[in-house]
């Protein structure tokens, strides 16, 4: 082979080497090229499936809170069969959808006490979630009192549905079920101020002496809790908000809302029925002195009893003056006088919403004769439905206090907390008949009668006509300056909430 055939071969060998070589090249920028292509492609995917994603999230929170009003007008997709199936879904618990949570700068934590019976406890509760809410600070779920005569050790949740208490006002303020642990701690070692506040207080008490106690001391604990809010003076917002609380915040828990459902259909089922708040238990006739109608051997038991209890201050007590001042509750015998003059039917159902009346049958004897359907809930329910709030008087309150406000016509023979919070419900409930008695009238005029000095007639005639215009209607509330207790409370008619029946409904 010539020098030139060498030289032509091993050109056309290292050509054919370069192109072999530049094809593989060629060929792993065309795989690397489709291989990132493809990458690109999987996380532009990706990113379009999280997008379409989050919007569907966010479209199902919006549809929770305004679907009724944003789908309203957009033509309907159900056939009949599709709607009767939604309404069977209906009857499902319906999934609670929550109002955004308050956000502010949190100036500490304030812990409470509550005093009292139940529903000055209740009433109490409003105040300092109303209180907690305007100095920007963290409520700590209500302590319940277990000292009092009642000697009940129900806590906050054995009561009232916690859960529901704090989501409900989560738009108006923090509520913790306890303090964070290291705040726990300095609490156990009495690393906090503890006071009662002064009664009747205006909120520029609790921005300006209380608020800067909170700031300082990091955890406040309010160790007193009744009447520490004023009746009236008070911002139309900080009114509402305690409405709210009342109202909408506090539900009893399921169990003992579940029973008081089942009270009120068992009355129902046989007719109208009435609520007599008969408040002629043995605590409240040794509290306050009143023993008209007992024997001697009660009238001893009753002092001894109000000398055993250190923080009733009033010892000596003349109970004939104080009758005849109307600060007495009704007896039996004086309610079934006053009822029946009133016009109420004898066969009315008479629910006793009350512990045990002192004196038992013999002094109920008069009012059981009048009208023949007295009932309580021992009578109702059977035994062992009551088992898991018995021994606990402020859950049997609660009971009563459920069927009390769906009542016909509602009674309280004492000014009460009882009796004012559930009038002040049932107010705002429409201005169900509630009748508020006057018992200075009242005892003047059946004394008069026993005495024969009235006949039957003219006696029922004044006290119906003194009684018509005391029937719950709607009114303003008394004002007192400078007298709290002797002017209308709050709760008895927070007019502020309130609305006449032809007024369109405003939410709380």
């Avoid at 919006?62 to 957009?74: A, C, D, I, V």
């Avoid at 506040?197 to 160790?223: A, D, F, G, R």
């Amino acid at each position: 082979m010539c020098k030139t055939d060498k030289f032509l071969y091993h050109r056309k060998l290292w050509e054919m080497k370069v192109r072999l070589l530049g094809e593989t090249k060629v060929e792993k920028l065309r795989n690397s090229f489709v291989s990132r292509s493809r990458m690109s492609l999987w996380m532009i995917r990706a990113v379009t499936i999280l997008l379409l994603w989050s919007c569907f999230v966010h479209l199902m929170a919006l549809g929770e809170m305004w679907g009724p009003r944003l789908f309203k007008g957009w033509p309907s997709c159900f056939s009949q069969h599709d709607l009767s199936t939604v309404e069977e879904m209906g009857s499902l618990p319906a999934k609670i959808s929550l109002s955004p949570k308050r956000v502010y700068q949190n100036n500490g934590y304030l812990m409470v006490s509550c005093n009292g019976g139940l529903n000055q406890m209740r009433a109490a509760i409003c105040d300092m979630v109303t209180v907690a809410r305007f100095m920007n600070v963290t409520l700590i779920v209500p302590e319940l009192d277990k000292t009092s005569f009642w000697n009940d050790p129900s806590e906050f949740k054995d009561i009232f549905d916690v859960d529901h208490f704090i989501s409900s006002l989560r738009d108006e303020v923090r509520i913790l079920k306890e303090l964070p642990p290291r705040l726990k701690k300095r609490v156990e070692l009495g690393m906090h101020h503890e006071m009662p506040p002064i009664s009747w207080s205006n909120m520029s008490y609790y921005q300006n002496q209380i608020l800067p106690l909170v700031k300082k001391h990091k955890v406040l604990h309010l160790n007193k809790t009744d009447s520490r809010l004023a009746n009236n003076g008070l911002p139309v917002e900080v009114q509402k908000l305690r409405c709210r609380v009342n109202f909408n915040g506090l539900k009893f828990t399921p169990q003992i809302e579940e029973l008081g459902r089942r009270v009120v259909n068992i009355l129902r089922e046989k007719g109208p029925f009435l609520v007599l708040h008969l408040r002629y238990e043995m605590d409240m006739l040794a509290f306050s002195g009143c023993s008209h109608g007992c024997n001697p051997e009660e009238e001893e038991e009753l002092t001894r009893m109000r000398y055993a209890y250190p923080w009733w201050k009033e010892k000596v007590i003349n109970s004939e003056v104080k009758r005849k001042e109307g600060l007495c509750p009704l007896t039996p015998e004086e309610t079934a006088l006053t009822l029946t003059a009133l016009g109420i039917d004898r066969n009315v159902q008479l629910y006793i919403a009350a512990g045990e009346i002192y004196g038992g049958e013999r002094r109920m004897k008069a009012l059981t004769d009048a009208f023949p359907n007295v009932v309580r809930k021992e009578t109702l329910l059977d035994s062992s439905d009551l088992d898991f709030c018995r021994n606990h008087s402020s859950q049997m309150a609660a009971l009563d206090y459920l069927v009390a406000v769906e009542s016909d016509i509602f009674v309280p023979t004492n000014d009460g907390n009882m009796a004012r919070v559930v009038e002040g419900h049932r107010r705002f409930l429409g201005f169900k008949k509630t009748i508020q008695l006057n018992r200075k009238f009242l005892v003047k005029l059946i004394d008069e009668y026993t005495e024969g000095l009235l006949t039957w007639d003219v006696f029922s005639s004044m006290v119906k006509a003194f009684h018509s215009t005391r029937m719950g209607s709607p009114k303003r509330r008394l004002v007192i300056p400078n007298k709290p207790k002797e002017e209308d409370y709050f709760y008895a008619n927070p007019q502020e909430c309130l609305q006449l029946l032809d007024e369109p409904l405003r939410v709380i």
